[in-house]
């Protein structure tokens, strides 16, 4: 089964500072790639489709190394409005209907 | 709609009892998505319909679970016989290609006591 790894944390930082954190994912077909925000006991909301080149938006920037197969998303200047899971997402080619395989998430705290 | 809706919120069934969770996509979406969340735990895929194809069901875990999708639009998720280990969100997603990013719904809470 296709897999996406995430470090579940928590990742406790300190408001203003930057946190990056990676995914992995196993299935080298994989084709589309996104980071989705879960706020506790909210649904999943898409933060940001991550492309080949890496792609910024605002305080986030995303990127992707299919060599390593791993994609990591960086936040500059975090705020406490931060603090949330961050799901890694994969879409991979082939496998069914579903091509979409998330991640269990990493929890991001932001402390004040 | 101007995003995806579903209902009830919340729902509190005895063990044993069926229940059908209500999922309206975002008009115009072709592909709908249900999957569960247990508390702390990731999303697991349960089905998903795209247009008018035959749906793809390798993610319901047991015969008691059954989704439809009429008219290409709303979709109902049916359990039988509710087991305490049902309790979960269950949430639907819709996309307008399966090639794009998905929008959740805000999920309906299963508590099965």
């Known amino acids: 089964r296709k897999e996406v790894e995430q470090d579940p944390g928590p990742f406790n930082v300190p408001e203003g500072a930057t946190v990056a954190f990676n995914c992995t994912y196993s299935n080298s077909a994989s084709q589309s790639f996104f980071w989705y925000r879960q706020d506790c006991r909210k649904e999943p909301k898409l933060l940001m489709s991550?492309?080949?080149s890496g792609n910024e938006d605002g305080r986030f920037t995303a990127q992707l190394n299919r060599a390593s197969q791993y994609i990591s998303l960086l936040i500059r200047d975090s705020k406490l409005s931060d603090s949330a899971t961050y799901l890694c997402v994969v879409r991979y080619s082939g496998g069914g209907a579903d091509g979409l395989t998330f991640g269990k998430g990493t929890h991001l705290i932001i402390q004040p | 709609g101007a995003g995806v809706s579903q209902s009830p919120s919340n729902k509190v069934t005895e063990k044993g009892k069926d229940v059908e969770l209500r999922c309206d996509p975002i008009?115009?979406?072709?592909?709908l998505y249900w999957y569960r969340q247990s508390l702390g735990q990731g999303l697991e895929f349960l089905i998903y319909?795209?247009?008018?194809?035959?749906?793809?069901k390798s993610g319901l875990p047991s015969d008691r679970f059954s989704a439809e999708r009429t008219g290409g639009s709303v979709s109902t998720l049916t359990i039988q016989r509710t087991q305490q280990e049902d309790s979960a969100v269950y949430l639907c997603?819709?996309?307008?290609?399966?090639?794009?990013?998905?929008?959740f719904g805000s999920g309906t809470r299963l508590t099965v006591v």
């Open positions: 008009s115009g979406h072709t592909a």
């Open positions: 991550v492309y080949s």
């Open positions: 997603a819709s996309s307008f290609d399966r090639g794009l990013g998905y929008t």
């Open positions: 319909f795209q247009g008018n194809s035959a749906p793809d």
